[in-house]
């Protein structure tokens, strides 16, 4: 059960609305200002993607330059963020970008205190990772890629942190999960890597559509997705009855994106990624993020019995079996996965003790979390580098060798185990002391502390373990490659990030004291509670759980060392293996799938045809059966009788087409060119000349193109059946394929008569007729529709147009017909054979005279066929025409010049080059659109007047002209291409004269 | 009385070559060779383009003159093709 106010288990009320956001509220003078401040926020996040975008255009070796851009951007985002920091003083910073405001998503920026922090860590960690990437990446990897990914993660990780919307917030979650994959597959001529990422992704994925459902059912409770608003109805949320719903689905995602148990199987899988991903993404940022969340929605999320249960026990949960699973690893970054994992578990173990200090401790541990873990990253990435193995077994006495980096890396490995004086030990101080603080009195919150105290032990232990085991001891023997010291500025990033530590754990107050106080007020407002970050605070309980820790762990590796380094696997929880379960549950949905695609799907056109046909006449027959049928008061209308002897003569064909349809495939067409032509003349009939005339030109081009299909259709074989006549199944078959040829038919029937028995009522057409002059500046209306009301849909159809015809001439490339049709036809193979017989004839010659007196007909009629184009083109927006019908004209008058001539011969003379004009047709049409912005005007805003011509007269001028111009030539070209690709199958068959005849 | 017999004259028309019409349509179902049903479908082009120009006539609107114009320009190019197709088997060689 939610309750109303967070006052579970006696503590003070943590509802508090965040800080006043700085919206107008700025004094006049002030306002430019802070307007122009927020704007930098767009600037910030624009530049890791710029960056990314120029990295990859580099070419693959630029290892240099990809730095560069790289290091570059996260440097100047850095410096930027840290300008940004004194305009925090009083309130968030906001820029927004209405978008659509109707459905509450609005781009919306944001930069408070706790944003700020994340952003400032995704930034400066990002460019220590870029300049330690640059030095570990090897020449032979395509590094501009690399960081090309890596500076659109950090752009991601920007925007996530940035959202002041949550939708955008989740749009930019999903975002890391994406880049994330991709990292993690870098080196994807390698299976770890390949599967490794897979399962980041679907896990990480599968979280984000949950805390996308989360975010929306907030949104639904809030009436607002604005992250402002959300935070102030923190009460109405906990209140809400889709308060538990939205609490465990946005939780889920945070969880996923954390490594939290049950989910955290994927992040020791992730670290096939090269190092400087595992210390960036997955130690410092985007298992942060699932964190960064359960702050962000602390003030309403928290608060309840619900979330207490749930956060602290997966919280405890995963930090018992991440430092247990830590100890027992053998790999230098499984034990540092599995270590950010038990950090990761820690820190919601803080958040889900809802009370405000344990929120600070929280965010002051992550902070420290990424710094320690980032360099231990790298610093395992040095050892793995310069020796060859990250075996802990293997590894040995590398201090000799490389005394710096062990160094380093033992003042970070201290950092973690919590030693005093450096920054792990003040919030695990921290942790520690709410540990003790009884929240709840529940079974949890008595064990607590021990619970805590045995992790950090086993952190201790771990830590110790990787520092003795890999620096300490004997020489090694037998790695792959001499071990010495990394390079100077592999190192600098390392020292940076521990010189941190150290500056952190010995002057908290002045040093981090003032961002983290902001970063906290940000989240907790008016309930921050004192807290104090000294070092020494007495010798109270904590220190004393923080001391038994520390000499039990210690104690622990002396006692257990050479047991560890002799087990292979975690004992206890070793039996449960996360991806184990997900490679289950992963087969089990493939298995389902392809089991659902057998019985189900099919690969053979008519099933699919029928079942489409069946469902779709079911669906019209539906309304009928729930609203009745009935027919409208003019059903007494007389029939013209030139009319009905039309439709009869159309209706016959129609039948006569069906009947035909399966042997006799020229009769069913000429019979379907027949019915074609019928409803041509039902449209002028009924006032529709414009679709009558497309459809006229359509018919034309359809007989022709479905004539040169024919050509490679295979012949009807007689022996299909050898006892006559077809077995029952196939009768069946045919039977009911009539019989919902009949229902759709009829059904169809059906419904025009009873639509055209009632009066046309007020429909949009009405607004269209009254405005197609008056706004459009035509007085054909369907043509100003088409280019001018709705042009945006005309670009998106010629868009399409254009794909089809260069997917089928793609096809048609690879094109190889059945056997039987790929010699000559038998009138070619018989007339060639007379002329050959004949005394004083060429082969050839039969055709030539055939065709003498047709081919001049269509050579002639050519420039008049292209000059009615051009007519139908000009006057299409006062008359019917257009671009549409102009270009299947002007295609119908090439195809006839094929007809007559012949493949060969026409291009020897014209140069026909569809795919060009497909080309130039779209630019025309784009171009035209984009011409209003230059006035100022939305896209393919069209503008109109009169100009007067000499001799002329009066000449109507649209830009719609221009647009239909190039519908006009992406029609000629798509036309022509998908008909003149057909064509030339003539010319590729062997048994002619081989020739490169693909049209151009 | 003129506008009477051109109403008369036209609608005979119209049934006339609606009768031309079915004619050409039978020959088009009927065959009995493809070379029939294309003539047949030749005929009901033609004869469809009469039928426009008499309704025109009727309604006095340019509008079906085109629709005419049209059939006239172009109607022949499906009997072209097909013939084409029956005496080589292929449209475009």
Redesign the interface.
């Given at each position: 059960m939610p309750i109303a106010c967070p006052n579970g288990w006696g503590r003070e009320c943590t509802d508090a609305a965040p800080p006043p956001v700085k919206r107008n509220t700025a004094p006049p003078g002030d306002t430019e200002i802070s307007a122009a401040t927020a704007d930098l926020l767009w600037v910030l996040l624009a530049l890791p993607f710029a960056g990314s975008l120029l990295a990859a255009l580099l070419p693959a070796r630029a290892r240099n330059a990809a730095g560069l851009v790289a290091g570059g951007t996260a440097l100047v985002g850095a410096l930027l963020t840290a300008l940004l920091y004194s305009s925090l003083a009083d309130g968030a910073l906001r820029a927004e970008i209405a978008w659509l405001p109707s459905l509450g998503l609005d781009l919306v920026l944001r930069l408070d205190g706790l944003a700020w922090i994340f952003a400032f860590l995704v930034l400066a960690i990002g460019f220590l990772v870029v300049v330690y990437a640059r030095y570990y990446m090897s020449p032979e990897d395509p590094v501009p890629r690399f960081f090309a990914f890596f500076l659109a993660f950090m752009g991601s990780m920007l925007g996530l942190v940035l959202s002041g919307n949550l939708v955008q917030l989740v749009f930019f979650w999903e975002l890391t999960s994406l880049f994330s994959f991709l990292l993690i597959g870098y080196w994807h001529h390698n299976e770890t890597a390949r599967k490794g990422a897979r399962m980041a992704l679907i896990v990480t994925a599968a979280g984000g559509v949950c805390l996308l459902v989360g975010v929306l059912l907030v949104g639904k409770i809030v009436g607002s997705y604005d992250l402002d608003e959300v935070l102030a109805a923190g009460d109405l949320v906990r209140s809400s009855e889709l308060y538990l719903p939205a609490l465990v689905l946005i939780l889920l995602g945070a969880f996923t994106k954390s490594a939290q148990f049950p989910f955290h199987f994927w992040l020791p899988h992730a670290m096939a990624a090269p190092t400087p991903v595992s210390a960036y993404l997955h130690s410092a940022t985007m298992v942060k993020a699932g964190i960064f969340l359960m702050i962000r929605l602390w003030p309403v999320l928290a608060g309840t019995d619900a979330w207490y249960l749930i956060v602290t026990t997966v919280g405890l949960a995963t930090m018992g079996i991440g430092a247990w699973a830590a100890i027992f690893q053998q790999d230098l970054k499984g034990l540092l996965a599995y270590s950010t994992i038990s950090h990761l578990g820690l820190i919601t173990l803080l958040l889900g003790l809802d009370s405000p200090l344990a929120a600070v401790a929280a965010i002051f541990h992550t902070l420290n979390h990424a710094t320690f873990k980032a360099s231990l990253f790298m610093a395992a990435g040095i050892i793995d580098h310069e020796a060859g193995t990250r075996d802990l077994r293997r590894l040995s006495g590398l201090y000799r060798f490389m005394p710096y980096t062990a160094t380093l890396a033992m003042v970070a490995a201290a950092a973690m185990a919590g030693v005093p004086l450096l920054n792990g030990f003040l919030s695990k101080e921290m942790f520690l002391a709410e540990a003790l603080d009884t929240h709840s009195g529940t079974p949890i919150d008595a064990a607590l502390p021990y619970l805590a105290t045995a992790a950090l032990a086993l952190s201790v232990l771990y830590s110790v373990r990787f520092i003795h085991q890999a620096f300490f001891g004997p020489p090694p023997v037998g790695l792959p490659k001499q071990p010495h010291e990394a390079p100077f500025w592999m190192r600098v990033p390392i020292e940076v990030l521990v010189l941190a530590c150290l500056v952190v754990g010995t002057l908290p107050a002045i040093t981090v004291g003032p961002f983290l106080d902001t970063a906290v007020r940000s989240v907790l407002g008016s309930a921050t509670p004192a807290y104090s970050l000294a070092i020494w605070h007495g010798f109270n309980r904590p220190l004393l759980l923080s001391l038994v820790a520390l000499a039990g762990g210690g104690a622990g590796y002396l006692i257990f060392r050479e047991r560890l380094n002799a087990m292979s696997g975690a004992p206890l929880i070793g039996r449960f293996k996360g991806r184990k379960g997900f490679d289950a549950v992963l087969a089990s949905i493939v298995n389902t799938a392809r089991a659902l695609e057998r019985r189900l799907g099919t690969v053979r056109l008519q099933p699919q045809l029928k079942l489409l046909a069946a469902i779709a006449c079911l669906a019209a027959f539906l309304p009928f059966g729930r609203y009745g049928y009935s027919l409208g008061d003019a059903t007494g209308t007389i029939a013209?009788?030139?009319f009905?002897?039309?439709w009869?003569?159309g209706g016959?064909?129609a039948i006569?087409a069906a009947w035909q349809a399966k042997y006799r495939r020229?009769?069913a067409l000429?019979?379907m060119?027949?019915a074609g032509?019928?409803s041509?003349?039902s449209f002028?009939?009924l006032s529709a000349?414009d679709l009558?005339?497309t459809q006229?030109?359509v018919?034309?081009v359809t007989?022709?193109l479905l004539?040169?299909g024919?050509?490679w259709l295979p012949k009807q074989r007689p022996d299909v059946w050898p006892a006559g006549r077809p077995p029952l199944a196939v009768r069946l078959r045919r039977g009911s394929d009539l019989l919902i040829a009949i229902a759709a038919g009829c059904g169809m029937a059906l419904i025009s008569y009873a639509v055209m028995t009632r009066p046309l009522g007020e429909s949009l057409s009405t607004f269209f007729l009254e405005r197609a002059y008056a706004e459009g500046g035509g007085r054909n209306v369907v043509n100003v529709i088409l280019v001018d009301f709705r042009a945006l849909d005309t670009l998106g159809e010629i868009a399409v147009l254009a794909i089809v015809g260069v997917t089928v001439f793609s096809l048609l490339r690879r094109f190889r017909p059945a056997e039987e049709s790929v010699r000559?036809?038998?009138?070619?193979l018989l007339?060639n054979a007379a002329d050959e017989a004949r005394e004083g004839r060429r082969v050839g010659d039969t055709?030539t005279d055939?065709?003498l007196v047709?081919r001049i007909i269509?050579e002639w009629?050519f420039p008049?066929?292209i000059v009615?184009a051009l007519y139908l083109l000009v006057r299409g927006h006062d008359?019917?025409g257009g671009g549409f019908a102009a270009g299947v004209?002007m295609s119908?008058a090439l195809?006839?010049q094929?007809?007559a001539s012949?493949?060969r011969s026409v291009e020897a003379r014209l140069r026909v080059r569809p795919l060009s004009w497909i080309g130039v047709g779209l630019l025309v049409a784009t171009a035209t659109g984009a011409g209003a912005w230059l006035f100022g005007y939305p896209f393919l805003t069209s503008w109109f007047d009169y100009a007067e011509l000499p001799l002329i007269g009066r000449v109507p001028l649209a830009s719609a002209l221009v647009f239909d111009l190039g519908v006009f030539i992406l029609v000629v070209g798509a036309t022509a291409l998908m008909l003149i690709a057909l064509?030339h199958q003539?010319?590729r068959t062997p048994m002619k004269r081989a020739r490169p005849a693909e049209p151009s | 009385m003129t506008n009477l017999m051109l109403a008369w004259a036209i609608t005979t028309a119209q049934v006339l070559i609606g009768l031309a019409m079915l004619c050409a349509a039978y020959r088009m179902l009927v065959g009995p060779r493809v070379q029939d049903r294309v003539l047949g479908l030749d005929t009901l082009y033609v004869n469809a383009m009469l039928m426009l120009v008499t309704f025109g006539i009727q309604t006095g609107r340019t509008l079906y003159f085109e629709a005419a114009l049209i059939i006239a320009l172009l109607g022949f190019v499906g009997t072209v093709t097909l013939a084409k197709f029956l005496m080589r088997g292929e449209v475009i060689e």
């Open positions: 013209d009788p030139g009905v002897v039309i009869l003569v016959a064909c006569g020229l009769a000429i019979l060119a027949g032509l019928v041509c003349i002028v009939w000349p009558a005339l006229l030109l018919e034309t007989t022709v004539l040169l024919l050509r000559a036809p038998e009138q070619q007339q055709l055939y065709l047709p269509m009629l008049f066929i009615f008359l019917p004209t119908i195809i006839l094929y007809v012949g493949t064509a003539s010319i | -």
